[in-house]
């Protein structure tokens, strides 16, 4: 009788401790953060040849 007392107890405890594993607080989650990359678009390349180009059509002009 008691053994079969005992067996109870501790699947009791057993299936009781497996259900309430973690706790019974809010679960904590990080932010999650998204990191995007630009590309810088800069007009430096484009207009040095066309500035050149006007500075020898201006000297070309003299």
């Given at each position: ?29 990080e932010p ?23 500075a020898l ?6």
């Amino acid at each position: 009788m008691i053994k079969n007392f005992a067996t109870a107890a501790l699947l009791s405890a057993a299936t009781t401790l497996s259900a309430t594993a973690g706790g019974m607080s809010e679960p904590t989650m990080e932010p999650l953060t998204i990191v995007q990359e630009t590309e810088t678009s800069s007009s430096s390349p484009q207009l040095l040849p066309i500035m050149i180009f006007a500075a020898l059509v201006a000297v070309a002009s003299n």
